[in-house]
């Protein structure tokens, strides 16, 4: 039976400021090679959630918050940041997870290139890196801007920039906030085309406002709802599978 790489048991994310706003993830396991799409208004927690998947943020109480890729035994994720190990989370992170942040989140200071390269140079991958390079940028035609600077791009590039990134060092999950929020829809559904072509061998999961971008594309949709019931209580939010 296959076990998912990633759990989230009744996890609890507080954000501090005005009256207060709490994510709560009552259940959620991620599959290899799944394709999970969270959705909900903007300011709702979508972001919080992957960051806490990409083990960003600590959560503030968690049943159970665990972590087992296939080359791994599992890891008490919630028990590390309790014993605060970092070494632990930096090593999760080289190793199994690639991020595609809302904006791409290049380095100004590094080619694209040096940009792509920069998970493979921390995981070690030698020479097997360039190729894998050779065949991304191929892929999805950055080819011919690899030495540039991300100042000297448009913002498609930047983000085909930033899914070659995310996936040079093979990671097992795949985690995509908004990919496509800045595109125009035709540059959209070719980027999340290439997304989901390329990552078909890892778990993908991604935020997004557009439901038909997603729509027949193998996707199992959570939403995360905000309950404002009593205005001298924090926000709640839940996550609830559509």
């Known amino acids: 039976m296959?076990?998912?790489?990633?759990?989230?048991?009744?996890?609890?994310?507080?954000?501090?400021?005005?009256?207060?706003?709490?994510?709560?993830?009552e259940n959620m396991e991620i599959f290899p090679q799944d394709r999970l799409a969270l959705i909900g208004d903007s300011g709702s927690g979508k972001s919080t959630l992957l960051d806490l998947a990409a083990l960003i943020?600590?959560?503030?109480?968690?049943?159970?918050?665990a972590w087992r890729p296939q080359s791994a035994e599992k890891t008490d994720l919630f028990a590390a940041w309790?014993?605060?190990?970092i070494g632990r989370f930096e090593k999760i992170r080289r190793r199994d997870l690639g991020y595609v942040t809302q904006t791409g989140g290049?380095?100004?200071?590094?080619?694209?290139?040096?940009?792509?390269?920069?998970?493979?140079r921390l995981k070690k991958m030698g020479k097997k890196a360039l190729a894998r390079?050779?065949?991304l940028a191929q892929t999805l035609k950055i080819e011919t801007i690899l030495s540039k600077s991300p100042a000297k791009l448009s913002v498609g590039q930047r983000?085909?920039?930033?899914?070659?990134?995310?996936?040079?060092?093979?990671?097992?999950?795949?985690?995509?906030?908004?990919p496509t929020a800045s595109l125009d829809?035709?540059?959209?559904?070719?980027?999340?085309?290439?997304?989901?072509?390329?990552?078909?061998?890892?778990?993908?999961?991604?935020?997004?406002?557009?439901?038909?971008?997603?729509?027949?594309?193998?996707?199992?949709?959570?939403?995360?709802?905000?309950?404002?019931?009593?205005?001298?209580?924090?926000?709640?939010?839940?996550?609830?599978?559509?």
């Open 133 to 135: 390079l050779a065949s």
């Open 159 to 178: 983000q085909r920039c930033a899914i070659a990134r995310a996936l040079i060092h093979e990671p097992g999950l795949i985690l995509a906030d908004e």
């Open 2 to 25: 296959t076990e998912p790489i990633l759990v989230f048991d009744q996890v609890l994310k507080k954000r501090a400021g005005g009256r207060g706003y709490q994510l709560f993830i």
């Open 82 to 85: 309790r014993r605060k190990d």
């Open 185 to 242: 829809p035709p540059t959209a559904r070719q980027a999340l085309e290439l997304l989901l072509e390329l990552s078909q061998d890892q778990a993908l999961v991604i935020s997004t406002h557009n439901l038909d971008l997603i729509k027949d594309k193998g996707f199992k949709v959570f939403q995360i709802v905000c309950e404002d019931t009593d205005p001298d209580q924090p926000v709640i939010a839940n996550l609830r599978r559509i």
């Open 106 to 120: 290049l380095l100004p200071f590094l080619s694209v290139r040096d940009n792509i390269l920069l998970p493979a």
């Open 57 to 65: 943020l600590r959560p503030d109480q968690a049943v159970g918050f």
